[in-house]
């Protein structure tokens, strides 16, 4: 099956700070990404659609500026949490669609504590 | 509008005993259904999926489910639960040309010894 690996799969940063967090295809080619939230014991929330070569799509309430986007190549897409405050602490999942299906392959999640 | 809807939100089940969760959905067009189960602090798995073949899907590790249009529903069940089941179960909708699932609230399977 397809493959979907998170880099890295935690993290601990300060207050103020940057931190990115790397989605891989590993066996396949991803045009679109998903990138998830989850908060303890709810459902995955969708932040947003990471395209690949042109401009991700955020959900309504989901600060652009704060969850940067990149998706640089058909296997590989960003999330760069900007100015990181603890309230940012969370869970972070992307997935990506297998080729010519509606099946999300997951990441195995990376876990972010802002202190 | 489509939606998910899991019932329970905490299923407690002895060790060798059935597994029941439930999945009842709203969609306006044929719908692909998923189960995932997550484990704590790991990403969602597929454990099955319906794509308008067999009514009746067969998953990994012992899961199965049955889609029934006229009840508008997709149970996940297994005959004998063992204590590695034990942990969070989403159920998905898809379909209609998204590629975007919508998700149930999830259900979390306690298995006692």
């Known amino acids: 099956g397809a493959v979907v690996s998170q880099h890295p799969s935690w993290v601990i940063c300060k207050s103020g700070t940057s931190v990115k967090i790397e989605c891989r295809s590993l066996?396949?080619?991803?045009?679109?990404m998903f990138w998830y939230r989850q908060f303890p014991k709810q459902s995955l929330m969708l932040m947003a659609t990471s395209n690949e070569g042109s401009k991700a799509t955020y959900e309504q309430g989901v600060e652009k500026d704060k969850f940067l986007i990149n998706h640089a190549s058909l296997t590989l897409s960003t999330l760069t949490v900007t100015s990181a405050h603890p309230e940012d602490s969370s869970f972070y999942i992307c997935s990506a669609p297998g080729a010519g299906t509606d099946t999300q392959y997951f990441g195995p999640g990376t876990r972010l504590t802002v202190l | 509008a489509q939606s998910v809807t899991q019932l329970d939100s905490h299923v407690s089940v002895s060790e060798g005993t059935p597994v029941l969760l439930r999945c009842n959905y709203s969609?306006?067009?044929?719908?692909?259904l998923f189960w995932y189960v997550q484990h704590p602090n790991k990403g969602l798995q597929l454990l099955l999926k319906y794509t308008s073949a067999a009514t009746l899907v067969k998953g990994i590790n012992g899961f199965e489910a049955e889609f029934k249009k006229s009840e508008t529903s997709f149970h996940l069940t297994k005959p004998s639960a063992h204590m590695s089941d034990a942990a969070e179960y989403f159920c998905?909708?898809?379909?209609?040309?998204?590629?975007?699932?919508?998700f149930g609230r999830g259900t979390s399977l306690i298995v006692h010894p």
């Open positions: 969609s306006s067009y044929s719908p692909s």
């Open positions: 998905a909708l898809g379909g209609g040309g998204s590629y975007i699932p919508t």
């Open positions: 066996d396949f080619q991803a045009t679109t």
